[in-house]
């Protein structure tokens, strides 16, 4: 297996970033819970241990409050960082592999059915999906190898026989269910042009 390698960090940015601000969101407002409560607990205890000493109890708590906002300033940009790497390498893991099943399925559809199967980097998200894409290309290539087979003899200058062509197609169209389920609602009559 061939080493693929990643061109782009921001493959989908719109969802990147949106995931990004929401986790660094939520960091800001458990960062600033977390100074809420420590604020609280912090006075209480010292206001309980130093009752007799009110004006003691002024200094420490002003000696607390730069400790405190260093330290959750500190982690919360620590963490937004963090927060936003993880959001790009986890969302390249959900959203790398769509994009890949996107080209694919496109390319199945334009009748591109001789690339080699879909590969996933280790550790990405749908592998069911990449090998379900794998076995619709394979079973196309099966369906329709003998019409290109028949396609080559008759471009070879010896035209095939009935049988032959009533053979392939048959091959070809085996199972093949081309009409919608009917529904009770009555389809809108096509529009003519103008």
């Known amino acids: 297996m061939?080493?693929?390698?990643?061109?782009?960090?921001?493959?989908?940015?719109?969802?990147?970033?949106?995931?990004?601000?929401?986790?660094?969101l939520l960091l800001f407002i458990g960062s600033f819970l977390h100074a809420f409560f420590l604020y609280n607990i912090t006075s209480k205890n010292i206001a309980e241990g130093f009752l007799s000493a009110h004006n003691r109890l002024r200094s420490t708590w002003d000696i607390l409050k730069p400790a405190?906002?260093?330290?959750?300033?500190?982690?919360?940009?620590?963490?937004?960082?963090?927060?936003?790497?993880?959001?790009?390498?986890?969302?390249?893991?959900?959203?790398?592999?769509?994009?890949?099943?996107k080209a694919r399925l496109h390319d199945i559809a334009t009748g591109r059915l001789d690339l080699p199967p879909v590969q996933l980097r280790k550790g990405d998200e749908g592998?069911?999906?990449?090998?379900?894409?794998?076995?619709?290309?394979?079973?196309?290539?099966?369906?329709?190898?003998?019409?290109?087979?028949?396609?080559?003899?008759?471009?070879?200058?010896?035209?095939?026989?009935?049988?032959?062509i009533r053979t392939a197609l048959e091959r070809a169209v085996h199972d093949l269910q081309l009409d919608a389920p009917s529904s009770d609602a009555h389809p809108e009559p096509p529009s003519t042009p103008a």
């Open 2 to 24: 061939s080493n693929i390698t990643r061109k782009s960090y921001l493959i989908m940015p719109s969802f990147q970033l949106k995931l990004g601000l929401f986790l660094i």
């Open 68 to 101: 405190v906002v260093l330290t959750n300033g500190l982690s919360f940009l620590i963490l937004s960082l963090a927060f936003s790497m993880a959001t790009v390498l986890i969302s390249h893991r959900l959203i790398g592999p769509l994009f890949k099943f």
């Open 127 to 164: 592998q069911i999906i990449s090998e379900a894409i794998n076995e619709v290309q394979t079973a196309f290539r099966c369906r329709f190898q003998p019409l290109v087979a028949l396609q080559k003899q008759w471009d070879s200058g010896i035209p095939p026989t009935e049988a032959e």
